[in-house]
């Protein structure tokens, strides 16, 4: 769908500049999130990945924010496969927090606590029930994320 919306002749760039005007940051998050669910119908492939990652920039996302749910869908990607490698989830857990392998135990609960407030549900109810549902699927992939970390380290 995203490659067929490429072919044809829209100026994107100026429509991401209009959204960077017109919505909050975490509206601008969840139609990020969005993009990267429509692109994961299949494997995102380099150009798919470079476009929504332009577009990211142009709406005004930081590049933090975008590596955080990039991190996201390749987990999920990383899930479908036959092999799974434990080392590549706790990479992608810490690129979902926004955090260093190197994070003390104070440092990654409040990066989850941030990470928690940042992609609440309740910040997007005004733009309906789909951009909802995109920010639970946020929230579980923060907490999922913490877990993982907070096993791999030993915390309680």
């Given amino acids: 769908?995203?490659?067929?919306?490429?072919?044809?002749?829209?100026?994107?760039?100026?429509?991401c500049l209009q959204i960077n005007q017109g919505l909050n940051y975490s509206s601008k998050l969840q139609l990020i999130h969005i993009l990267f669910k429509i692109s994961s119908a299949d494997k995102i492939d380099s150009a798919e990945l470079n476009l929504l990652q332009t577009m990211a920039a142009l709406i005004g996302i930081t590049m933090v924010d975008f590596q955080s749910i990039k991190a996201i869908y390749l987990q999920q990607q990383h899930h479908l496969g036959?092999?799974?490698?434990?080392?590549?989830e706790i990479d992608l857990a810490y690129q979902i927090l926004e955090i260093d392998k190197n994070a003390t135990?104070?440092?990654?609960?409040?990066?989850?606590?941030r990470m928690a407030m940042k992609y609440h549900p309740d910040k997007v109810t005004n733009l309906g029930e789909e951009f909802k549902e995109?920010?639970?699927?946020?929230?579980?992939?923060?907490?999922?994320?913490?877990?993982l970390i907070k096993k791999e380290k030993g915390f309680a």
């Fill in 1 to 15: 769908m995203l490659k067929n919306i490429l072919e044809q002749d829209y100026d994107y760039k100026t429509i």
């Fill in 105 to 113: 135990e104070e440092d990654i609960k409040k990066a989850y606590r």
């Fill in 82 to 88: 036959q092999v799974r490698d434990i080392r590549k």
């Fill in 134 to 147: 995109t920010a639970t699927e946020k929230f579980k992939a923060v907490k999922s994320a913490y877990e």
